[in-house]
């Protein structure tokens, strides 16, 4: 893949096994504010999309008036633990250093400011980033591409240029509606028969394969 000055990557399952965090976030939140009692693997299912998402799964339509107290609850339990268990993914340093200052490197993501530059910055992988694109930032979440749209407009660069990364077809979908190129990771969240239906430029086992995909 030559041509390429930016590589845009998602967080979650894609730079950073966040699950576990995320999961015991909307446990807690399902338990005070629902007073459901979920096994940690159901709230784990929860997850994508965003906050807002997440809770609604959680809650049901039987319970959906409870919606903006467990968004707020979640995103202040989650604001103050959101890094006890993630870890970063093998490869994804390696990855980074080699691509750093060769590219420009970005993040896009559908987790709130706070937590994303908690995370990135205890697990020592903020200062690789000149762009992070969080759910605030966004009116549209992924598939839409206002994030790819944003950290262009950013950076000045053109779609043709740039690259996504991440783990769910979303991801992918995302980078083309953009104009860009969009790559999938298998060790993520996502399953990789979706992220292939969407017929993806390439399809990474490990972050570190990226550096054979990128021709500089």
Known sequence: MKGIELLIFDLDGCLVHTQPDIGLAAQKTA?????????????????????????????????????EEAVTFFVDYYAK????????????????????????LAVATAKIRAATENILKKLGLYDYFEVII?????????PDPECVNLILQKLNIAPEHAVMIGDMKTDVMAAH??????IGVTYGYGKKEDILSVEPEAVLDNMKELINVIEL
Request: net charge negative; charged share 35%; glycine share 10%.
């Open 134 to 142: 969080c759910d605030e930032d966004m009116s549209k979440m992924k």
């Open 177 to 182: 509606a953009a104009g860009a190129k969009g």
């Open 81 to 104: 633990n959101n890094c006890e268990l993630s870890k970063v993914y093998d490869g994804v340093k390696e990855t980074l250093d080699y691509f750093k200052g060769k590219v420009h």
């Open 31 to 67: 338990r005070e504010i629902a007073h459901k009692d979920l096994a940690l693997e159901d709230a784990t299912r929860l997850i994508g999309g965003g906050a807002r998402k997440a809770m609604m799964r959680m809650l049901g339509d039987e319970q959906m008036d409870l919606l």
